[in-house]
Each structure stands twice: as structure tokens, then as C-alpha cells.
């Protein structure tokens, strides 16, 4: 799988969008770009995926560039409950079955 | 709804006694496993399942097993427990194949082994 990199913490204002940036500059071209959340001590969270075109669903969006090494996890409108830590993941669908959860992204989003 | 349980939630424990959490998913998924996660270490996976009877071991399967006997249970077993195994665990669940990694996760089971 390839690796990621993602800042440790962020902060955001409550209303605003948040921006979550991954780089992933070793990924190859069947690669899938996962991301997930974890609120404090709850199980992760499945959010989006996507592969090459940006994707989008009633939780956020996925934006990829075209050179596909990095990708941006956006939540439009975040809330207090969207405060947890976020990870971005970079596997074959389907292929190895050892998922690997970096260290993530901790999101504070304030009133 | 669907759903990941695990049982029990919370478990204090002595090392050497044999305990067993349980996991439980509704949704008919193929795939299951377990995870760990430790302060500073992430999530890291134990075993898992890609279906009944089918098991194998993730990155850290020293001191646990497992067993799948029917599609929708997936026992975690730990025979001699020690205080190194103290941890969150979590459950989890997926479709096989191009929707393996849309995992859906139980709400964890915090061990500490005295």
C-alpha cells in the first residue's frame, strides 16, 4: 500500500468547511484513496472513497488531483460533532486485507 | 439497523484467565476482523476472516485467536491474557471484494489485564 501523509492537527471554525489534505505521491494507478473518521474511542468510521474523480456523498467530499499524490477530504459545512481524527488511506480495493491506519489527522472544530 | 456488537464493552481481568469477545454483524458481510489500538500505535489489525471458516493472522496476532463458524460471528479469544494485551479492541466488517474497505466497526471493548 502507499503512504500517506497527513498534517497532525487542524482546527476549524464551527460553519466553515474543513479541509483535510492527504499526500500519497507513491500511489500507483489501481490504488483506491479511502478515507475514515474516528470520534473519540468509537469505532472508525467509513466516510468516502474515490480513485480518480472527485467524489462526493451526504458527508463530504473527496477531491483528487490529477496526478492523483494527494487528495483533499472536504466536510462544506463542520459541525462540533465532526471534531475526531481523520484518516486517509491508500490500498487496492479488493487486495490486501491488512488495512493500515496511520496516525490520522485530529480535527477541532470550535464554536 | 445495521449493525457491529461487541461484548463485552468493558473488561477488567488477571493475567492467565481466559477470556472471549464476542462480535456480531447483521448485514450478511463476507469479511471480519480485529483490531487493536494503543496510544501512539494507531489501529493495527489482529486477524481476520474472508469468510466461514476462513481466518488469518493481520500484524499482531501473537496471544490471540480466533474462530468463524458461522457468517455472522467472529469470537476473539485470548487463552492466557497479559497486561500488554491491555487495549481498545475493535470489530469490524465489509462486503468482500471492491467494497472490502468500506469497513463498518463495532463500538470497541476496552480490556485491561491486571
Known amino acids: 500500500d502507499a503512504k500517506t501523509t497527513q498534517p497532525t492537527s487542524m482546527d476549524c471554525a464551527e460553519g466553515r468547511a474543513a479541509n483535510l489534505p492527504c499526500n500519497h505521491s507513491?500511489?500507483?494507478?489501481?490504488?483506491?484513496v479511502y478515507w475514515y473518521r474516528q470520534i473519540h474511542s468509537q469505532g472508525p468510521q467509513y466516510i468516502i472513497h474515490?480513485?480518480?474523480n472527485n467524489e462526493t456523498n451526504e458527508m463530504a467530499s473527496l477531491i483528487i488531483t490529477e496526478d492523483r499524490k494527494s487528495s483533499t477530504l472536504i466536510l462544506p459545512h463542520a459541525t462540533l460533532r465532526d471534531t475526531a481524527v481523520y484518516y486517509c488511506?491508500?490500498?487496492?480495493?479488493?487486495?490486501?486485507?491488512?488495512?493500515?491506519f496511520g496516525r490520522g489527522t485530529s480535527l477541532i472544530v470550535h464554536p | 439497523e445495521a449493525q457491529v456488537t461487541q461484548n463485552p464493552r468493558y473488561l477488567i481481568t488477571v493475567t492467565g484467565k481466559k477470556l472471549t469477545v464476542t462480535c456480531s454483524q447483521n448485514m450478511n458481510h463476507e469479511y471480519m476482523s480485529w483490531y487493536r489500538q494503543d496510544p501512539g500505535l494507531g489501529l493495527r489489525q489482529i486477524y481476520y476472516s474472508m469468510n466461514v471458516e476462513v481466518t488469518d493472522k493481520g500484524d499482531v496476532p501473537e496471544g490471540y485467536k480466533v474462530s468463524r463458524k458461522e457468517k455472522r460471528n467472529f469470537p476473539l479469544i485470548l487463552e492466557s491474557p497479559s497486561p500488554n494485551q491491555t487495549s481498545l479492541y475493535f470489530c469490524?466488517?465489509?462486503?468482500?471484494?471492491?467494497?472490502?474497505?468500506?469497513?463498518?466497526f463495532g463500538p470497541g471493548t476496552r480490556l485491561t489485564v491486571t
Open positions: 488511506i491508500v490500498t487496492l480495493s479488493g487486495g490486501s486485507y491488512i488495512p493500515t
Open positions: 474515490g480513485l480518480k
Open positions: 507513491t500511489i500507483s494507478g489501481n490504488e483506491y
Open positions: 469490524a466488517s465489509s462486503q468482500s471484494g471492491r467494497r472490502y474497505y468500506e469497513q463498518y
